[in-house]
């Protein structure tokens, strides 16, 4: 089965745990795992969560980053300062992977609304300034949970795509284009 690796990238206590467990089943210790169907075809995403507390973090990212497929940076929407060390992230990611990891800017807690500290507008500029997608989620009501890892797979998806079609065409072969898009703000 088409299975894909997802790690996710975030100050403590932004709701990464939250986000995880929401959709997927435990089985091992900060890996989860979950099948799900996108454009009626059956994949499997695990989900590698690793709390900000961990000792060696430093090492532990660096094999999480080799590892991982596609990369999920979190912030709280209550949490300005999550949100202004989002970049620190990515420039760890992109300083062990190269050029054009798939990203995908989340915003969690969305149903704190009285408490929001970075605006919907932040965040999607954040992202167009990544060249990424960007989600707002909420682990406690669901919002847009399974919408993010849809999207998720799909860009993943797209990703793998493009890579087969350059390993297999010619330089002056048309490139063929992803079949689905996500939304990019
Ligand atoms: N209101 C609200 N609370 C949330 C949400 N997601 C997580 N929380 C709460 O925020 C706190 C921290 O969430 P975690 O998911 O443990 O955060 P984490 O990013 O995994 O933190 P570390 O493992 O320490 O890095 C917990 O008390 C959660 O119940 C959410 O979407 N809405
Ligand atoms: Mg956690």
């Not at 990238?9 to 939250?18: A, I, L, P, R």
Request: proline fraction near 3%; include cysteine; charge should be neutral.
């Amino acid at each position: 089965m088409e299975s894909w690796r997802v790690a996710l990238f975030g100050d403590g206590g932004v709701g990464k745990t939250g986000l995880a467990t929401q959709t997927y089943d435990p089985t091992l210790e900060d890996v989860y795992r979950k099948q799900l169907v996108v454009d009626n075809k059956i994949c499997s995403v695990e989900v590698i969560d690793i709390p900000q507390e961990t000792e060696h973090y430093g090492l532990v990212l660096d094999q999480l980053i080799i590892e991982g497929q596609a990369f999920l940076l979190i912030y709280s929407i209550a949490s300005r300062s999550s949100f202004d060390r989002i970049e620190i992230y990515r420039q760890a990611i992109l300083r062990v992977k190269g050029p054009n990891p798939i990203f995908v800017l989340v915003g969690t807690k969305s149903d704190k609304a009285a408490e929001r500290e970075v605006s919907k507008e932040d965040g999607a500029a954040l992202a167009r300034s990544f060249g990424c997608t960007f989600e707002e989620t909420s682990a406690k009501t669901a919002q847009n949970v399974e919408q993010l890892f849809t999207c998720l797979v799909r860009n993943m998806r797209d990703t793998n795509m493009r890579d087969t079609n350059m390993r297999d065409t010619k330089p002056s072969e048309e490139k063929k284009k992803p079949k689905h898009k996500c939304q990019i703000f």
